[in-house]
């Protein structure tokens, strides 16, 4: 995908760096536009170096004849060789010339001559942003189709509190990536668990796992940049909220358990994610246990098997287990998918260096119920994510055509 970055010319201007790198994440080609004022923020080398391409920064760059009247023309190939334009920061006089059709610079007349998808992400003082003059040019921005993201609320650099910050940048980034993307999950409701869980022996110490939540993360952003309702069940981790997401937080095994449990009627695929823990302390001390020099005991009892419980209350619902294996990895797949009743199980090696727990990168082997066996090379856990909802709808198709 290619996407055109329009920064406009405000403190905010420094993040559209950083929504670079998000663009990047999600696999984009970046094609970075300023106006003259953004270049008083922030340096375009700064782009050139994080995108690897041109930026552009007015309508006559370059000096020579040749240059002047090749970059005169500039903005009907910009307009013609990308897929969607995002403007941010998109300021209150980048709104005004959008809305009437003002072309003094390069990144309005690349705007009248882009026929594609818009996002605009705007940010400006609170005055600026609630005066009745953008309010209007909002409106008819909002007419035209485009997709507006944020302001949010909050600290301002002017002083002030109130709306007007930019929006979070995986928000927008996610926004420029789902107006492009196929949106078959449309009308489902994707249930998810996520992380890991944790088991308490007394109020300071628990027992728990490795797991980042890195890859129920990314399943749930591309479920919901797929059209798809989305439910994520989390354990405690460290990552953002995903856009557009409904998160629910939890701490222990029987916590997910009746999560996932309270949310199951309306779902139509269920995904577990989540490293949830195998056992549990049998009896939790009220006060902190302090050391000694004795050996110490736990007792522990098997925690609720989610997965399980599911299977078999799963309907025609697809359900997807996962198996973090360090041997045996297609076996111990079809085991689980076998006696969990589960329709597809993704399977990774879990001490494999560079994917796995904590890795931004995965590996996955899929044990489907139809018989198959897919193996995904190693890719972004968001790359990863796409191709397992791939092979779930297709998988689906499969098993209701038996039916």
Not at 118 to 134: D, G, I, K, Q, R
Request: glycine share 8%; proline share 4%; charged share 20%.
């Amino acid at each position: 995908m290619n996407v055109v970055l329009g920064v406009g010319g405000g403190i905010a201007a420094y993040k559209a760096a950083e929504l670079a790198r998000a663009l990047m994440r999600r696999g984009c080609t970046v094609n970075t536009v300023m106006t003259g004022s953004a270049t008083e923020f922030i340096q375009p080398l700064t782009f050139a170096a994080l995108t690897g391409r041109k930026v552009i920064t007015g309508l006559f760059d370059g000096h020579s004849p040749e240059a002047v009247l090749a970059s005169s023309v500039e903005h009907i190939g910009v307009a013609q060789e990308n897929d969607v334009l995002v403007v941010a920061p998109a300021t209150a006089d980048l709104l005004a010339k959008f809305a009437h059709g003002l072309a003094d610079d390069f990144l309005s007349t690349l705007y009248l001559a882009f026929t594609g998808p818009v996002v605009l992400a705007p940010a400006m003082n609170t005055n600026m942003w609630e005066h009745a003059a953008t309010r209007t040019n909002l409106a008819t921005l909002r007419d035209r189709g485009h997709r507006i993201i944020g302001p949010d609320s909050g600290d301002l650099a002017c002083g002030t509190v109130g709306p007007g910050r930019l929006a979070e940048v995986e928000a927008i980034a996610d926004a420029a990536v789902a107006i492009l993307r196929k949106q078959d999950l449309s009308g489902e409701t994707v249930v998810l668990t996520a992380g890991p869980t944790q088991e308490a022996i007394d109020p300071v110490r628990y027992i728990s796992n490795r797991s980042s939540g890195k890859m129920g993360y990314a399943l749930a952003e591309a479920a919901a940049s797929r059209g798809a309702r989305v439910v994520l069940v989390s354990g405690p981790v460290h990552l953002p909220p995903p856009s557009g997401v409904e998160v629910v937080t939890v701490r222990s095994a029987r916590e997910m358990r009746d999560a996932v449990m309270a949310n199951l009627e309306p779902a139509t695929i269920l995904i577990k994610a989540a490293a949830v823990a195998d056992y549990h302390v049998t009896e939790v001390a009220p006060q902190k246990l302090k050391k000694t020099a004795a050996r110490v005991t736990l007792d522990l009892d098997p925690t609720p098997d989610i997965l399980a419980e599911v299977g078999a209350k799963k309907g025609d619902r697809l359900l997807i287990g996962f198996a973090a294996e360090t041997q045996n990895l297609v076996a111990e797949a079809k085991r689980k998918m076998t006696t969990k009743n589960a329709d597809m199980v993704v399977a990774n090696l879990v001490n494999q260096a560079g994917t796995g727990f904590e890795s931004d990168e995965n590996e996955v082997t899929l044990v489907l119920r139809t018989g198959e066996t897919i193996h995904i090379e190693r890719a972004s856990k968001r790359d990863v994510a796409h191709q397992i909802f791939d092979q779930a709808l297709r998988l689906r198709l499969a098993l209701h055509a038996k039916q």
